[in-house]
C-alpha cells in the first residue's frame, strides 16, 4: 500500500487533494503536511496523521518521510501569481528551493513526487488559442518563472537520477471548499459566492479576457490519475496540459445568471492581475495527457455551476 506525503495540505488545492487521498488509499496512508498557522482542523485534522512540513526545513521533511516510510510526495506548497509578485524572494524560496529539499529527499528515499506546473508558466509569446503541449514558455511573472523552473527541475531530477516526477499544468481551479488566495483567476471563484449571497459581485478581470478554468473534483481526478498513471505510456512527464473549460467573465457571469436572475456584475479592472491574465492561454490543448494518460474532465461550465450553486447555498446560507 502506497503511504503519501501531502506537504501544503491545507491550501486550495491540498486540504481536498488530501481528503480524496485517504479516500482512495485509506486515511491512514496519508500523512498531511502543515506549517505552523495553517495547521488542519476538522475532518482534515480528525481523520488520518498529520506531520510539522514547512518546505524549507528538509530536516523536518526528512522526518516525516521516515517516519511514515513515505514513497509519494504530493508537493503543493506555493504562493499563487498575485501574491507571488508582492513577495518575490519568499515565492522562490516555498517554490523553488522548497522543491529542491523535496527532489533531493525523493532521490534519497526512493519517492515519487508530484508538484503542479500552471497555465502561469506561459507567457504573452506563447501560441494563447490550442496552446500546445510542448511550446514557447518565457512568462514574466515570478509565478510563471518559478513554475517552468518546478518543471525543469523535476524533468532533470528524473532523467538524471530517476527520480519518478510527474506533474500537470493546473488550469484556475474552482472550489467550494477551501477559497484560494492572491491568485488571477480566484475572481471565477468569488462570483459564485456574491451570487449566492445575493451581492453584486465587481470583476477584476476585463469583458473577453479568456482562461482555462477546471472544477476541483476534476484537478483531483488529474492529479492522481496522473500519479497512478502506466510509467511506459508517458512520453512527457512536468507538466501535462490538462483542460475543461475555457470562458470570460461574461461567460460566467451568464452561466451563474441563469440560476440567479437578479445577479448583477459590474466590472473594475485590476491592471496586475489583467496583465498576468492576457500573458496567459485562451485555451490549452491538452491532446498529450487524453493520449498518455487517458486524462477526461467531467465538468463544464454549466455543470460546475449548478454543482457550485448548490453546495455553496446548502453551507452560506443555512
Ligand atoms: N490559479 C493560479 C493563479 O491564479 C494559476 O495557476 O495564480
Known amino acids: 500500500m502506497k503511504k503519501i506525503f501531502v506537504v501544503g495540505s491545507t491550501g486550495q488545492i491540498g486540504s481536498e487533494l488530501t481528503m480524496e487521498l485517504r479516500r482512495r488509499y485509506g486515511n491512514d496512508n496519508v500523512v498531511a503536511g502543515y506549517i505552523p498557522g495553517a495547521e488542519p482542523k476538522g475532518e482534515l485534522f480528525e481523520s488520518g496523521p498529520a506531520e510539522l512540513a514547512d518546505v524549507t526545513k528538509p530536516e523536518q521533511l526528512a522526518e516525516a518521510i521516515k517516519k511514515h516510510n513515505i514513497d509519494a510526495i504530493y508537493n503543493l506548497a506555493a504562493l499563487l501569481s498575485v501574491v507571488a509578485e508582492k513577495k518575490p524572494l519568499l515565492a522562490w524560496k516555498i517554490g523553488i528551493?522548497?522543491?529542491?529539499?523535496?527532489?533531493?529527499?525523493?532521490?534519497?528515499?526512493?519517492?515519487?513526487?508530484?508538484?503542479?506546473?500552471?497555465?502561469?508558466?506561459?507567457?504573452?509569446?506563447?501560441?494563447?488559442?490550442?496552446?500546445?503541449?510542448?511550446?514557447?514558455?518565457?512568462?514574466?511573472?515570478?509565478?510563471?518563472?518559478?513554475?517552468?523552473?518546478?518543471?525543469?527541475?523535476?524533468?532533470?531530477?528524473?532523467?538524471?537520477?530517476g527520480v519518478d516526477t510527474r506533474s500537470v499544468r493546473f488550469p484556475g481551479i474552482i472550489s467550494n471548499v477551501t477559497p484560494p488566495g492572491g491568485g488571477t483567476t480566484d475572481y471565477a471563484v468569488d462570483i459564485y459566492y456574491y451570487a449566492v449571497r445575493g451581492e453584486k459581485f465587481t470583476c477584476p478581470i476585463k469583458k473577453g479576457t479568456l482562461m482555462d478554468m477546471m472544477y476541483m473534483p476534476d484537478a483531483l481526478n488529474a492529479a492522481i490519475s496522473l500519479m497512478e498513471a502506466n510509467p511506459d505510456r508517458l512520453v512527457h512527464r512536468n507538466g501535462f496540459n490538462i483542460a475543461s473549460m475555457s470562458f470570460d467573465p461574461e461567460e460566467i457571469y451568464n452561466a451563474i445568471k441563469k440560476y440567479v436572475p437578479d445577479f448583477e456584475m459590474v466590472y473594475d479592472v485590476d491592471p496586475l492581475k489583467q496583465s498576468i491574465a492576457e500573458s496567459w492561454p485562451d485555451k490549452m490543448d491538452d491532446s498529450c495527457a487524453r493520449a498518455e494518460w487517458d486524462w477526461k474532465p467531467s465538468y463544464d461550465l454549466d455543470s460546475m455551476t449548478v454543482d457550485m450553486l448548490e453546495k455553496l447555498r446548502a453551507r452560506l446560507l443555512k
Open 97 to 161: 528551493d522548497g522543491l529542491l529539499n523535496i527532489l533531493e529527499l525523493a532521490k534519497e528515499h526512493n519517492c515519487s513526487v508530484f508538484t503542479p506546473s500552471s497555465i502561469g508558466s506561459f507567457g504573452l509569446n506563447t501560441p494563447h488559442f490550442m496552446t500546445p503541449q510542448d511550446t514557447i514558455q518565457r512568462p514574466k511573472t515570478i509565478y510563471g518563472v518559478s513554475k517552468v523552473t518546478t518543471e525543469l527541475l523535476s524533468d532533470y531530477y528524473h532523467s538524471k537520477y
